[in-house]
């Protein structure tokens, strides 16, 4: 086995020791953030072709509901009516799904509960410290 001695002083052992954690924490947070930057990056483009992909699709609904309109005035129904006909169907079927949006998220708690019930526990063992 190798025995070498090291002729540094503990005060110098300490002081490498803290440069070396503040390179640690600092390599960390540098390891961090690229790997952030790349997970919302990939994100963003995700979302960005969601959100192409729901403008079509609204697209596609459109055309769709002017497809059922001008087939209504194929049965034989007024224009003006096969239209309103459609657009009073598709304006209830909005006015439910809004509602029952509303009325789920009104019963969404949104606060972090378990972040609070372990703030309260942290702030118990504290107290149970300092006695």
């Known amino acids: 086995m190798d025995d070498q001695q090291d002729d540094r002083s503990l005060g110098q052992l300490f002081g490498d020791l803290s440069r ?4 640690l924490v600092s390599k960390e947070i540098q390891l961090a953030k690229t790997e952030i930057t790349t997970r919302v990056t990939t994100v963003g483009r995700d979302a960005a072709m969601i959100g192409a992909g729901g403008a079509l699709a609204y697209a596609a609904l459109l055309m769709a509901l002017i497809a059922v309109g001008l087939l209504l005035i194929q049965l034989g129904i007024t224009p003006w009516l096969a239209f309103l006909l459609v657009a009073i169907i598709v304006g209830a ?8 949006g509303r009325d789920e998220l009104q019963k969404t708690d949104l606060a ?6 372990t703030l309260k ?7 149970e410290q300092v006695k």
């Not at 079927?93 to 029952?100: C, G, K, T």
């Open 112 to 117: 972090p509960t378990k972040t609070i019930e």
């Open 121 to 127: 526990e942290d702030a118990e063992w504290a107290k």
């Open 20 to 23: 070396q954690l503040g390179t």
């Open 93 to 100: 079927i909005a006015a439910v799904l809004i509602m029952r």
